[in-house]
């Protein structure tokens, strides 16, 4: 399946800034079984058209798009009693799988309330430290208390679960490198959660999600 905004989304409108692609391409007239990665809950959907299918979740608005393909819908004919036995919430297709698709993996933000500056992250090694000509960093700070080429941040694609994983590393500390509550050394690595904050010298930065 295509991954261009086109083919998944159509013109539809993102909510909340994110969207949950459906990975598995759905036969056209049979019904699914959506679980909203965003709250949990659950509801159904039936695909209309190949292309740019849009479904929001009832419960939080979260937006679904997926693309479809043609196939045969087997037609089944049930009693009335059998049809009074269905569970008309549990469709007969079983579940789909989703994934998040987000064009930044992750953010660093930084500044005051009316000041705030923010730098994104790209897949691979992101290298941040102290503004240096001779060694400069991906992401640099005007602070004197930070070293240079400070910590880098390798982000990885998770093929498992379509997310990322972001792994911090201390490459150099004149002054300590504080994660959250942890103190890290030269050499100590630490696995990022959205949230976190990322203490260099005197400047303290916050590791949010990324947005479309």
């Given amino acids: 399946m295509s991954t261009t905004k086109d083919n998944i989304l159509g013109n539809a409108t993102l909510l909340g800034g994110k969207v949950y692609r459906i990975m598995d391409k759905a036969v056209m007239g049979k019904t699914y079984t959506i679980v909203c990665e965003k709250c949990g809950k659950s509801f159904t959907t039936t695909p209309k058209q190949l292309k740019g299918n849009i479904e929001k979740c ?17 037609q089944t004919v049930k009693t009335q009693t059998e049809e009074a036995k269905r569970d008309e919430s549990a469709p007969d ?53 930070m070293s240079r080429k400070s910590v880098e941040i390798d982000v990885e694609k998770d093929n498992n679960t379509g997310g990322y994983r972001f792994k911090l590393t201390v490459l150099r500390a004149s002054n300590p490198v504080i994660v959250g509550s942890n ?29 479309k």
């Fill in 93 to 145: 297709t079983g579940k789909i799988k989703l994934r998040n698709v987000l064009k930044y993996p992750g953010i660093l933000e930084w500044g005051g309330l009316f000041f705030k500056k923010k730098a994104l992250l790209h897949i691979g090694k992101n290298t941040i430290g102290r503004k240096d000509d001779r060694e400069p960093s991906e992401i640099s700070f005007s602070d004197e208390y």
């Fill in 58 to 74: 009832p419960y939080c608005k979260a937006v679904y798009g997926y693309n479809a393909k043609k196939g045969v819908v087997k």
């Fill in 183 to 211: 103190q890290l050394m030269v050499g100590n690595s630490i696995y990022l959660n959205y949230g976190d904050t990322i203490k260099l010298g005197n400047t303290v930065i916050t590791f949010k999600e990324g947005k």
